[in-house]
Every structure is written in C-alpha cells, then in structure tokens.
C-alpha cells in the first residue's frame, strides 16, 4: 500500500539496523510493519491472522503493543527527518533510528481478528534525543488502544 508515493520509513533503516522482529525489513519470519509518513502524522496497516489470538475473534494484547511500539520507533524517527530537513523520497537510507524507551498501552476495546489495522502517529514533542509520540490502532472504525511513546534516537 503506497501513500503519497512515499517510502516506507522501515525501508530507510540501514541494514546493520534492520533486524527488529516487529518492523525489520530484514527479519524475513517478523511482522515486516510498514510506516509511512503523510501530511504531519504517519499511518501503517497490519493483517492479523489466528495465530495472533487470544480468545476466539480476538488480537492477542502483546500484538497491539509490539505494533504501536515499532510504529512509534518509525514514526519518531520520520518526524526527526522532518525537523532535520531530510526528505524522505529523496534519499536510500535515513541517520537516524530510535529505540523504546516507555510505552504506555490503553486498550479501549477488543481488537477484532481478521480486520486490517490502522496504526496513526502524531508528534507530541521532541526534545533533544527524546521523542514522544501519541498512536491509535483502530480496526474498522473502533479505536482498540492508545498508546504513547518515548523514543530516543540512537547516536549517530
């Protein structure tokens, strides 16, 4: 799925920094999650399938934790190139990945198996190093959790 013709930010890791379980592109048996920046927030989908459950219908909750934690690694590392001027369609690999420092999951309802979701991202703040992000993941209409993040970009 393409948005804007953009790249998506996991794509732009270096190799030596694309192994994670949840969004690397090379980690061939993950979750190959993709972030895409449009406008000022980013969105990334995800399919889940039954291996994913936890009652009957249901996402298991660890899935909706790891998802908005590697969307919120990409989505702060996508605003940090937006605040350092580095246009994403127009370079091979970005300087910078961040990694999890806090993750504060909601859920607000059962997310349901089967229904494609939608993770979104906004910049709530960049200090320094520090960048918080606020996500939704939402199946269908129905927000099934919040969650927000502090990352930190890894020193170059």
Partial sequence: MMHNKSKAIQDLYPD????????G?????????????????????????????????????????????????GSA???????ENINLNEVETIPVRCVTASL???????TPMGVELKLRGKLQSIEGRKIWVDMTLSADDTICATGEILAIKIKD
């Fill in 16 to 23: 030596e920094l694309a192994h994670c379980y949840g969004c």
């Fill in 104 to 110: 504060k999951v909601d859920f607000k309802a059962p």
């Fill in 77 to 83: 590392a996508a605003f940090v190139c937006v605040q």
């Fill in 25 to 73: 592109k090379n980690n061939l048996d993950g979750y190959q999650l993709k972030t895409y920046l449009v406008g000022d927030e980013t969105i990334a989908h995800f399919l889940p399938d039954e291996k994913f459950t936890a009652l009957p219908g249901s996402v298991y909750g660890g899935l909706v934790a790891s998802l908005l934690d590697c969307h919120g690694t």
